[in-house]
């Protein structure tokens, strides 16, 4: 399970300290009502993106739609873009897989692969979809970052990108998902640095299966959602060559400290975890201790 995601994340400008432990138990804020497109209902949700007052906004996935939860109100959603059935048009989206919020225009950035293209939405009320703008190969406006080397497991390859990361010294950070490894590419760098599993498949501290969401904070460390060992990874500089698991990995499930193929994963600014839990369609959120 690895979707094509490739919206760019920028590093946050807070800090969780390198000990940090959450709840094990996590509370779900959106959705969890079953498979569904009723307001308090997300069907496979992906990318999310947490704003400074802990409003959640998420991908919904096979609802062609973006929802909107508010701090405290767990009962139901908003939609705040799509939700006119999938297709091309400038009020539709098709498989929106990640988004960010553009603080500077009060819009959303949107991924919207089924389309091929990445969107800007007007948050304001009453508007709709604003710039579409399409980055092509032949047009030299590009640099490449990353892979280019064909479909590989070398370092200078990438088989299946899915997120990207930057951080503040614009390393970029790739989980490669067929390859079960987390990528990093300095800048101007041929070659990528495995930062994170490159062990093969599997499910030891030193490994990875199908990795997805990411996150890095100021201290460099890396936080995965290993989706097929159902839990959340971190790695730190200090060991490169093992992770530790900081939420789930409990089997396969539906209780509040199990995942069924955690997808996307966000901090808020007070340290506490959010995770799209996608066959099990909803977003936990795991308290800081």
């Keep these: 399970m690895c979707l094509p995601i490739t919206l760019l994340t920028l590093e946050a400008d807070f800090n969780i300290p390198a000990n940090a432990k959450w709840a094990q138990s996590g509370a779900t804020i959106a959705g969890g009502h079953r498979q569904g497109d009723a307001t308090n209902q997300l069907n496979e949700p992906c990318g999310l993106f947490v704003d400074d007052d802990q409003t959640v906004v998420i991908a919904d996935y096979e609802n062609h739609r973006i929802m909107q939860w508010k701090n ?23 498989y929106p897989t990640d988004l960010l919020i553009d603080k500077e225009t009060d819009s959303l950035i949107i991924c919207d692969p089924g389309n091929r293209r990445v969107v800007r939405w007007s948050r304001r ?29 070398g370092l200078n390859q990438l088989n299946r990108p899915t997120y990207l990361f930057v951080d503040r010294q614009q390393n970029v950070y790739v989980p490669d998902c067929y390859n079960n490894r987390v990528m990093k590419w300095t800048k101007g760098a041929k070659e990528g640095i495995v930062v994170a599993g490159g062990q093969g ?21 890396l936080y995965v959602a290993d ?5 959340v990874m971190r790695w730190t500089q200090e060991d490169k060559k093992q992770g530790g698991v900081i939420v789930g990995g409990n089997r396969q499930g539906a209780g509040a400290n199990q995942f069924q193929y955690p997808f996307g994963l966000s901090f808020d600014r007070h340290g506490n975890l959010y995770v799209t839990d996608i066959n099990n369609n909803r977003v936990q959120r795991f308290s800081v201790e």
């Design 201 to 221: 498949k599997g499910g030891a501290m030193t490994q990875l299966s199908y990795p997805n969401g990411i996150f890095v904070d100021t201290l460099s460390t």
């Design 227 to 231: 989706t097929r060992n159902h839990r």
């Design 72 to 94: 405290g109100d767990t009962t139901n959603g908003q939609i705040v873009a799509g939700d006119e059935g999938a297709g091309n048009g400038l009020h539709q989206l098709q």
């Design 125 to 153: 009320s009453g508007t709709t979809q604003d710039e579409v703008r399409r980055y092509q190969l032949g047009e030299n406006n590009y640099t490449l970052v990353a892979g280019g080397n064909g479909q590989g497991d």
